[in-house]
C-alpha cells in the first residue's frame, strides 16, 4: 500500500512540475511583451494629442461644433463596447470588464433604455451569447496586438449605426494600464464626444495661435472627428492589450508560485509515506529474524501470540491444577 501510495505521489510531483515550466514560460513571455505593448501606447500618443489639439484649434476658428458626432440628445438606445481579450490565463482581466459593462447595463435597463453590444475579443462574445444578449457586432484576433486597422474596422461599426439613429449613446468599456501593477476598469461616453470639453478646451487661459484655415474649419472638422474616434478606439485597444499581458503575467507568476508549493507539500507527504514503508520492512526483517532464531535455538517463546482469562486475572486459574502443583 505504501509504495503504491508513493508511485502515485511521484506521478503527481512530476505534473505539477510539467506544468510549473508551462506557467513560468507564460510569465516570462508576458513580461517581454508588456514593454512591447508599453512602447506601442507611448508611440500612438503624440497622434491623438496632436488630433486633439488640431480639433481644438478649429473649435477656436468657429467651426460648427453641431456635427452628428458632437451633438447630444433623447437617449433611448445605448450601445457598448466591450474589449476583452481572446486567451484566459489572465487572472479577472476579462471577468472585471464583462461584470463592469452588464452592471452598466443593468442600470440603463432599469432607466427603462435599450442596448447593443459591439464586442472586442472572444471572451466577452462567448459570455454575453451564451446568455442571450443582443449582440450588435463582435471581433476577435486582435486583442493581444490591435493595430489601428483594426481600430478603424471597430469605430465604422459603431459610427455607422450611431450616425443613422439605431441608438444615442456608445459607451467603451476597457481596462486603462496604469503601471505593470495596477490597471483598472473603465466605463466611459465615447459618444456623442464632449463638445463643452472641446470648446472649453479651445477658449483656455494665455496666449493662442491664429490659423486660416482652407477648407472652412467645419469642413476640416466633419473630416477630423470620425480620424478622432478612430485614435480614442484604438488608444483604449492598446490600453487593453498592455492590461492583458499585465494581468497574464500576474496571474502565471501566482500559479508558478502554488506549484512550487504544492511541490514542497507532496515531497513531504512522499517522504513520510517512503518513510513508512522503510520502517515497516525493517519491522518486517527484525520479527522474521526473530522468529527464524528462536527456532533453531529450540526455546521458549516469551511473547504469546494469545492470552487467555486464566493468564491475565489470577483469582480464576484452576484450584485444580494450582493443588496439583503443590502435592509435586
Do not use: C
Not at 505521489?9 to 505534473?15: E, G, P, Q
Not at 444615442?168 to 483598472?184: E, P
Amino acid at each position: 500500500m505504501a509504495g503504491g501510495k508513493e508511485r502515485i505521489l511521484r506521478r503527481r510531483i512530476k505534473s505539477v512540475q510539467n506544468t510549473k515550466k508551462i506557467t513560468k514560460a507564460m510569465e516570462l513571455i508576458a513580461a517581454s511583451r508588456i514593454v512591447k505593448a508599453q512602447q506601442r501606447v507611448a508611440a500612438a500618443r503624440p497622434y491623438s494629442e496632436q488630433i486633439t489639439e488640431v480639433i481644438r484649434s478649429l473649435a477656436a476658428g468657429g467651426a460648427d461644433l453641431d456635427h452628428p458626432l458632437l451633438r447630444q440628445g433623447d437617449v433611448s438606445k445605448v450601445a457598448y463596447v466591450v474589449v476583452t481579450a481572446d486567451r484566459g490565463l489572465a487572472g479577472a482581466y476579462n471577468s472585471n470588464v464583462i461584470r463592469a459593462a452588464e452592471r452598466d447595463l443593468r442600470a440603463e435597463g432599469e432607466a427603462g433604455r435599450g442596448y447593443a453590444l459591439v464586442l472586442l475579443g472572444r471572451k466577452a462574445e462567448s459570455y454575453f451569447r451564451f446568455r442571450g444578449y443582443d449582440i450588435a457586432a463582435s471581433f476577435s484576433g486582435m486583442s493581444e496586438q490591435p493595430t489601428y486597422e483594426d481600430a478603424r474596422r471597430v469605430a465604422e461599426a459603431v459610427t455607422t449605426p450611431f450616425l443613422e439613429g439605431e441608438f444615442q449613446l456608445v459607451k467603451l468599456v476597457y481596462t486603462q494600464f496604469l503601471s505593470s501593477s495596477s490597471q483598472r476598469v473603465v466605463v466611459r461616453q465615447f459618444m456623442p464626444l464632449d463638445a463643452e470639453a472641446l470648446a472649453e478646451a479651445a477658449g483656455g487661459d494665455g496666449p493662442q495661435a491664429a490659423y486660416e484655415f482652407e477648407p472652412e474649419p467645419g469642413q476640416i472638422l466633419s473630416r477630423l472627428l470620425p480620424r478622432y474616434v478612430e485614435a480614442r478606439l484604438f488608444a483604449a485597444m492598446l490600453d487593453a492589450a498592455a492590461s492583458e499581458h499585465a494581468a497574464r503575467q500576474r496571474a502565471m507568476k501566482s500559479a508558478t508560485e502554488n506549484a512550487e508549493e504544492l511541490i514542497v507539500k507532496l515531497s513531504r507527504v512522499m517522504n513520510r509515506a517512503r518513510q513508512d514503508s522503510i520502517t515497516t520492512e525493517i519491522m518486517e526483517i527484525v520479527g522474521g529474524a526473530e522468529a527464524l532464531r528462536q527456532a533453531k535455538a529450540g526455546g521458549v517463546d516469551y511473547l504469546p501470540d494469545t492470552l487467555s482469562n486464566l493468564d491475565t486475572f489470577p483469582d480464576q486459574i484452576d484450584p485444580y491444577r494450582t493443588s496439583g502443583a503443590n502435592r509435586r
